[in-house]
Structure formats: structure tokens, C-alpha cells
């Protein structure tokens, strides 16, 4: 690096104040005159390549080696038209540049062109700043718009978007091949009256108006579907009204399964509508995609269970650190005596998590008639998790602990999905449940016919269970060390006289005190049981 450009004076002072500002925002400055092969440097850009001054290059003098090779022609074609007589007053360039621990950093590179009166370039200088992570963050969201779609192309069913108009705006592979298509663009803006004949197009339309108007859901409707010139056809369709973030209708979705074959076989058997119902009830929970699967919500009102001596309280926090969580906790009661408590963690973050979250939302409604048997509840659950996403050729889990409270016969049996299990309080003490390795069932998703030992415990051996999340005991602090669950296991005894709504805050409130930053790197749940006397 070389001394600043002389002239003036006060230069090493004003760059001093002008590198304190570029800090600030995480820029650097650099200058060049074009007739040399030194530039000057400030400190924020040798970071950025890390060097010293003297080894720092000047990667705008050819060969340009330090400039990564696929964006080394763009780099040279903006500068070259920087440098050109009479060309643009500045300079704008993205590239990865080589730095001193051998490793590529995508840099921003602005530069304001000075010209003598002839109009060549004497000298471009400029700002530089690090967008390694947002080049990163893009090339992730891109990645996961690409896996989303081709989960929604695998499908076996027919999913499409529609425009106020009944106009198609998106639709997945398989409803651009029903209609004759060869790829989904090729139906985007069409209606049903360019594929079906009036009989059916008609009637949809009235029913997508309908829809509409109301705000209210079409399912399970089986259609038939007549065209000009080819074969009719029988689906079971289910259609939406489709908002959006601000509540406004924007047109209908729906999803739509082909069962002409089972129509044409089962037409006149008396429970034919009970078997398409069936079919269709499991598609559409495997179709959760196509709705507005990045709204995780925490449950907001907990039911009421009691018997004549004991009541069950409840309390629980929500901390997702995006709009699209892979934490979720639920209640499922399954009578006035009796309750279960899930709570389950899925792999990652974004789209791809909040899909999940919304398939296995699905699965637990299938799953209600095995609520009280917390090991079937997890198998079945496993299952239907397990067979979406191999026909979906995905690989993604999910973690779970589910407990059932049993006032009537005095116990709580629970099992576990790979996920750390619950913290309790009681006449014994403080401590967690499941702990062991032997204890838990794997991960949801991965092995199809797992199996989830459970373990019973009676109800006067617990004052308060407290399920969690791993992003409240993988909170590092400033030595990178994690909470885990004896620093909960302690904070939980610290507090345990302390009302339950007051202990889930201060539990909050200690783990953030702990972490880096004060704040958590991942999704936080919290789901807190009492048991009161009446």
C-alpha cells in the first residue's frame, strides 16, 4: 500500500475520521491513479484481503490473477470502459477476490472516475465492502426456492394459484401436464373455459366466486371434468380463498387429485364418497406446501383440564429469530381429564422448516385417535413425515417430545423423537426426564418404522414439567460455551416457588444474560405445565 496521494496537508487526519465513519458501516476507501501499479489501501480493506500493506495487490493492474476466474471477464470489462476516454463517471463492480488465508471474499467495489481535459482516467478512488454473507444468504434462498419448488413439482396431485378472474398465476408440473401442457408457463394466465368444456368450467367459476365472497373453503368436492376432443375426467378437488399478508383476497388456491380409474371402478359402491374422502384427506396433508406454510403460530389459548381436586395450568414462549420457524409446541386434549403436550424442533430454518412444520401440523390431526399413547402418537407421526419426503426424494427430520397428563388415572407417559427431554419439578427435586440415550426413539423422518419407548411417571411425583427446544440450552456465551441442561436444570431450581408465567420469563431472561449478544442464534419454545390443586 501506498501513501496517500500528497496535497494536502491534512490528509492522514481527515482519512483518520473518514476510516472511523467507513467503519461504522463496514466499508473502506481506496485511490489509484492509473499511471501507476501502487493504490493505496485503507485498514478496513487490507482486513478484508487480509494482508499487510506491502503484500496487499492492486487487482485492477492486469493480469487481474487475484480476481476470481468466473468473474474475471465482467471485472475487466468494467474497468476497461472505466479507463476508456470519455467513458462513465463511475465505476461499479461485484467480484470475489483472492485474500491472504487463501480464501475468496466477495467484495462491492464503487469508484468515482477523475479525468483530465482530454477525458482520460488519471485516477478512480473509491469504497470497498465485504458482502460475503449477503452473496451467501442469496445464493441460500435461491437454493431453497429451487428444492421448494421441486417438492411442489413431485406431488402427486395438481396444485395451482388463480387470479380474482379464475386466471391461472402458478401451478406445479403436474397441473400444466393435465392440461396439456409441457411446463406450467404455458398456462399462466389462461382460464378453465381454454381446457374444459362449459358443463365444468362454469360450475368451477361460480364456485371460485363463491369462495371469494365468502372467505370460506370448497373440499373434497368431486368434480367432473369435461372436455372438448379428449377424455373426460374425475378429481376430488379442495380450493381455498387465497389472502394476502394484509388480509386482502387476491383469488383461490387449490389442490386437486386425479381418481377417475377409482370412479369409473367404484361408481356405483355405497361407500364411495367415504373412500375419496379418505384419499384425499391424505393428500392434502401432504399438499400443506401450497398453503401459507411460513406461518408457524404459537398456540395462544390452552384448554381447560381438571378433575374434581387438580386443575392443569399452562404457559408458554415463542421466540422465533425469523418469520419462517422450524419450532412449534401444541396441546391436543383429549378429554376433560386428559391432554398431551408435543413440542418438536425441525432441521434448519426457512422455507424448507416451516413446510415441514406444516406437514406434520396435518399429520397430528390424522394421528388424534392415538393421542393417548405417546409412542404410537410418535410412530404415526414418523410415518407420514417419513413417506412425503421420500416421495419428495428430501432429506429432513424433526425432533419431538410428547407427553401425555392423565388427572383420572394419576400419571404422565412420555416418549421421545431425538429431542432433549422435558425438565421436571417435584417432592425429589429438579431434574430431566428421558435423559438417556436409551430412552429416546430417533429423529422423525429418517427411519420409517422406528420405534419410541416410552416411560411412565406418577402424576405426585411432578409439580411442573417444562419442555424446550435446543435453541434455549445451545445458547453459547462469549467462551462459546452452551447453556445446556444443567445450567436450565439449575435456573428452573433457582425458581421453581415462583409463578409459572414468572419462572418461563426469568428462565428467558437468565439464558439471555448468558448468551453472546444477549440474544439467540436459534428458535426458542417454551412450554410450561403446573399442576394445582382445586
Known amino acids: 500500500m501506498t501513501p496517500p496521494p500528497e496535497g494536502d496537508e491534512s490528509q492522514d487526519l481527515s482519512e483518520g475520521r473518514l476510516d472511523l465513519a467507513l467503519r461504522a458501516s463496514n466499508e473502506g476507501i481506496w485511490d489509484w491513479r492509473t499511471d501507476q501499479k501502487e493504490i493505496y489501501y485503507s485498514r478496513r480493506i487490507l482486513e478484508f484481503l487480509e494482508c499487510g500493506d506491502k503484500q496487499a495487490p492492486n487487482f485492477f493492474t492486469p493480469p487481474h490473477k487475484t480476481v476470481h476466474v468466473e468473474d474475471r471477464e465482467k471485472f475487466k470489462t468494467s474497468l476497461a470502459g472505466a479507463l476508456e476516454s470519455g467513458g462513465p463517471e463511475f465505476l461499479s463492480i461485484d467480484c470475489r477476490v483472492h485474500t491472504g488465508s487463501d480464501a475468496w471474499r466477495w467484495l462491492r467495489i464503487r469508484g468515482t472516475v477523475v479525468r483530465d481535459r482530454s477525458g482520460r482516467a488519471t485516477r478512480i478512488a473509491g469504497s470497498m465492502i465485504d458482502i460475503s454473507r449477503r452473496k451467501a444468504a442469496e445464493a441460500q434462498i435461491e437454493e431453497e426456492r429451487h428444492q421448494l419448488r421441486l417438492l411442489i413439482d413431485h406431488v402427486p396431485l395438481q396444485v395451482y394459484f388463480k387470479d380474482t378472474e379464475s386466471r391461472f398465476v402458478l401451478s406445479n408440473q403436474r397441473m400444466a401436464e393435465w392440461n396439456g401442457a409441457e411446463h406450467p408457463r404455458e398456462i399462466k394466465g389462461k382460464h378453465d373455459r381454454d381446457f374444459f368444456a362449459s358443463e365444468h368450467w362454469e360450475e368451477a367459476a361460480r364456485d371460485e366466486e363463491e369462495i371469494m365472497a365468502n372467505g370460506t373453503a370448497i373440499t373434497g368436492k368431486l368434480e367432473h371434468e369435461i372436455r372438448d376432443g379428449r377424455r373426460n375426467t374425475w378429481v376430488l378437488t379442495s380450493k381455498f380463498p387465497w389472502f394476502d399478508s394484509h388480509g386482502k383476497i387476491k383469488g383461490t388456491f387449490g389442490v386437486s387429485s386425479d381418481v377417475t380409474e377409482l370412479v369409473k371402478a367404484q361408481q356405483r359402491a355405497a361407500n364411495l364418497a367415504s373412500e375419496l374422502s379418505e384419499r384425499n384427506e391424505v393428500y392434502e396433508e401432504e399438499v400443506q406446501l401450497a398453503r401459507e406454510i411460513q406461518q408457524a403460530l404459537a398456540q395462544s389459548q390452552f384448554p381447560g383440564i381438571k378433575n374434581e381436586s387438580h386443575r392443569l395450568q399452562f404457559g408458554a414462549r415463542y421466540l422465533p429469530i425469523s418469520g419462517l420457524a422450524g419450532d412449534f409446541f401444541e396441546l391436543v386434549k383429549i378429554s376433560s381429564e386428559k391432554v398431551g403436550l408435543l413440542i418438536c424442533d425441525v432441521m434448519g430454518h426457512g422455507v424448507r422448516s416451516a413446510l415441514v412444520v406444516s406437514m406434520l401440523r396435518g399429520l397430528m390431526e390424522k394421528q388424534r385417535r392415538s393421542a393417548s399413547n405417546p409412542s404410537k402418537y410418535l410412530s404415526g ?87 424446550f427446544t435446543d435453541g434455549l440450552i445451545e445458547a453459547e456465551n462469549e467462551a462459546g460455551e452452551d447453556f445446556l441442561e444443567s445450567g436450565l436444570i439449575k435456573v428452573v431450581s433457582e425458581r421453581k416457588n415462583q409463578a409459572l408465567e414468572e419462572m418461563l420469563d426469568g428462565v428467558l431472561a437468565t439464558v439471555l444474560s448468558h448468551s453472546e449478544g444477549h440474544h439467540f442464534d436459534d428458535d426458542v419454545c417454551l412450554l410450561g405445565m403446573e399442576l394445582g390443586k382445586l
Open 381 to 467: 407421526l414418523n410415518k407420514g413425515l417419513a413417506s412425503i419426503l421420500d416421495r419428495a426424494d428430501a432429506t429432513m427430520f424433526a425432533t419431538a417430545f410428547y407427553a401425555v397428563v392423565d388427572l383420572e388415572k394419576g400419571r404422565v407417559r412420555c416418549a421421545c423423537a431425538g429431542h432433549p427431554g422435558a425438565i421436571v419439578c417435584g417432592p425429589g427435586g429438579v431434574h430431566q426426564i428421558a435423559s438417556e440415550k436409551s430412552e429416546r426413539g430417533p429423529g422423525l423422518g429418517l427411519i420409517p418404522e422406528a420405534e419410541f419407548p416410552s416411560q411412565e411417571i406418577p402424576l405426585d411425583q411432578i409439580n411442573r414439567m417444562l419442555l
